[in-house]
């Protein structure tokens, strides 16, 4: 019997239900897929929260997964029962163990690596890719500020701008994470309790100059600081809002801080089109299966204990990727 994480009103991580669902057969391009592991992504809270708008109630959120196919719709064209998949572009609906996706939100598992892992990276893989390589293209020499870089997202950007020869300060919330950070190849690792002005650091840093670029996925607690961490025509790139939502900014901050640019993100636009998608992932797992990028699964939960998974990822317990395991029917 399929089952699934519904939510029948917004709220805290109680609202996450584990109930059986009903999943049709699948119709015109449609994919019904038995579905192994679940990615665990901050953006899921926000919908729980009811930060982010949902389609309506209940819900089953979630936007990362892989499976294997289980059933195919008339007009399906490329996958067949069988077929390894995973998919990170949503819509909402992966906290399932099964589920119905259209054809062309699916990707091929690559050959190596396992639905676990796919499960757990997809999403801020092609995050990492969007924030590095289309927001801006980060280049060698060049100065960047990540925050949460012992984090999900923040990890792999970390890693990812430290081989493409930059030079990486990392942020972290808890001096317990410090070491993580500079393992994901932070040159430098600012725990923000103990550093009160720490975008002065970040110039110190910086021979005065401040950083070419800042990766700000905190929000509310952060964007200032990151604000003031910038170099002249320098870029923030808000992505995220873990600790609150960024309030209302003049744009006269902007022009006083050195006519800086700032861009708000979101990957779904990103990898709205089907080779963009293809491109990030592929760009992705291309470093990720040469041992360039690593990325250890720091948590994993059954999915019926979501709700145990949104508490620790709020509660900044979590580390590097989290998972959720579908349950064993
Ligand atoms: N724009 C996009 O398309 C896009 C795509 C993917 C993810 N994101 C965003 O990227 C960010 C990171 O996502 P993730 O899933 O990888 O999560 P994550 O980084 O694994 O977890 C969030 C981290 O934020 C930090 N944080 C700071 N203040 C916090 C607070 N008050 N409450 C909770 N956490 C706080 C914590 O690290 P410290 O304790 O070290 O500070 C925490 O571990 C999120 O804001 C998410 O919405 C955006």
Avoid at 254 to 279: H, K, N, V, W
Wanted: hydrophobic share 45%.
């Amino acid at each position: 019997m399929p089952y699934a994480i519904r939510v029948h009103q917004h709220g805290g991580p109680s609202a996450l239900r584990w109930e059986p669902v009903e999943v049709a057969a699948p119709a015109g391009a449609q994919v019904r897929l038995r579905q192994t592991a679940v990615g665990l992504n901050f953006i899921d809270t926000y919908h729980r929260s009811g930060l982010y708008p949902v389609p309506g109630q209940p819900f089953v959120p979630g936007l990362e997964g892989a499976g294997v196919v289980e059933a195919i719709g008339p007009a399906v064209k490329s996958l067949k029962p069988g077929d390894s998949v995973m998919y990170c572009k949503g819509p909402i609906g992966a906290y399932a163990t099964h589920r119905l996706i259209e054809e062309d939100d699916l990707l091929r598992l690559p050959q190596g690596v396992a639905p676990e892992q796919a499960a757990a990276c997809l999403l801020r893989g092609c995050t990492a890719f969007m924030l590095l390589q289309r927001t801006f293209v980060v280049q060698a020499g060049m100065s960047v500020l990540v925050h949460a870089a012992a984090g999900g997202v923040g990890a792999l950007v970390a890693q990812w701008a430290a081989h493409l020869g930059a030079r990486v300060i990392g942020t972290v919330g808890h001096a317990s994470k410090a070491s993580l950070a500079a393992s994901n190849g932070c040159e430098t690792v600012l725990v923000l309790p103990e550093e009160p002005d720490w975008p002065a650091r970040v110039r110190t840093l910086t021979d005065g100059q401040g950083c070419n670029v800042v990766y700000d996925g905190v929000g509310k607690d952060t964007f200032t600081g990151s604000l003031d961490s910038l170099r002249r025509f320098g870029l923030m790139v808000s992505f995220g809002q873990s600790s609150g939502p960024v309030p209302a900014l003049d744009p006269l901050a902007l022009m006083q801080r050195g006519s800086l640019f700032l861009t708000r993100p979101s990957l779904r636009d990103y990898i709205a089109e089907t080779i963009e998608y293809g491109t990030a992932a592929a760009a992705f797992f291309d470093l990720l299966l040469r041992g360039v990028l690593k990325v250890p699964i720091g948590q994993s939960y059954y999915l019926s204990d979501a709700a145990t998974a949104h508490a620790d990822l709020e509660g900044r317990r979590t580390t590097g990727a989290s998972v959720l395991i579908v349950d064993p029917q």
